[in-house]
């Protein structure tokens, strides 16, 4: 049954397009991050990167779904942690999740053990799971496949829920990733010092908190002006504290 319902979770990222954030939600975190590495780590990543920004590579875990050769990453993205559970508590995904790997793939990327190619490639899926899983819709309860199975009106248009959080709340400002980064601003030194200490579980909590919230709609789900007046301060928040987080492990990784 597991299994099953991650083919139909799949099913619907593919065919709606709702990876975490959008290319400009995803952007923005990895220049985020970028303004906040150290020099040494700013120096090791662009030699792993070939002098390509972390805003560029950002994406490519999404891109690289079209390839059958990824197929065993596509339930990095998500995890699912019911109501009323912890992750700890609810069932895991044989497939893994995105708790899971963003802890695996940070302890090989520490560990030193591994080539150029593995190393680059670990980087990158790190680089997007951080961003994915600050979208408050990638920590699903269970029931409607993270929202995309939450059909909604955006503007009058058909999406779903999950795509409103991904990227239609961020397109709707029609800014570039460089002007969503420029209003996002810089937190203070005692944020900046307080997301940083939170660990991956941490992060996935926060998700889990804004659940309420998310899913706070009218009855008849036409969502416009209102719904993106009530959320796009959080939508704005979790990107950055996403960038911030991001920095803040690669420096440790390689700082």
Request: charged letters at 25%.
């Amino acid at each position: 049954m597991k299994r099953i319902a991650s083919i139909f979770f799949l099913s619907l990222l593919l065919v709606s397009h709702a990876f975490a954030w959008g290319q400009n939600g995803h952007r923005a975190v990895g220049l985020v991050a970028e303004q906040h590495l150290s020099k040494k780590a700013k120096k090791k990543i662009m030699k792993l990167l070939e002098d390509n920004t972390l805003a560029e590579v950002s994406v490519w875990m999404d891109d690289i779904k079209s390839d059958h050769a990824y197929d065993h990453t596509h339930d990095w993205h998500w995890v699912t942690v019911p109501d009323g559970q912890t992750y700890e508590q609810a069932e895991k995904n044989e497939n893994g999740d995105i708790i899971a790997k963003i802890e695996e793939i940070t302890a090989a990327l520490k560990s030193g053990k591994l080539d150029k190619a593995q190393e680059t490639e670990g980087l990158k899926y790190l680089i997007h799971l951080v961003g994915d899983i600050h979208q408050p819709l990638h920590v699903g309860g269970g029931e409607d496949l993270g929202g995309n199975a939450v059909k909604v009106q955006w503007f009058y248009q058909p999406s779903n829920l999950h795509r409103v959080w991904d990227s239609d709340m961020i397109d709707s400002k029609s800014l570039s990733f460089t002007e969503i980064v420029r209003f996002l601003g810089e937190p203070s030194k005692e944020q900046l010092k307080e997301w940083q200490a939170a660990g991956v579980r941490d992060w996935a909590k926060e998700s889990i908190s804004y659940r309420q919230q998310v899913y706070d709609m009218p009855e008849d789900k036409k969502l416009s002006y209102r719904y993106a007046y009530d959320n796009y301060d959080l939508v704005e928040q979790r990107l950055l504290q996403a960038g911030i987080r991001l920095a803040g492990l690669l420096n440790e990784i390689y700082g």
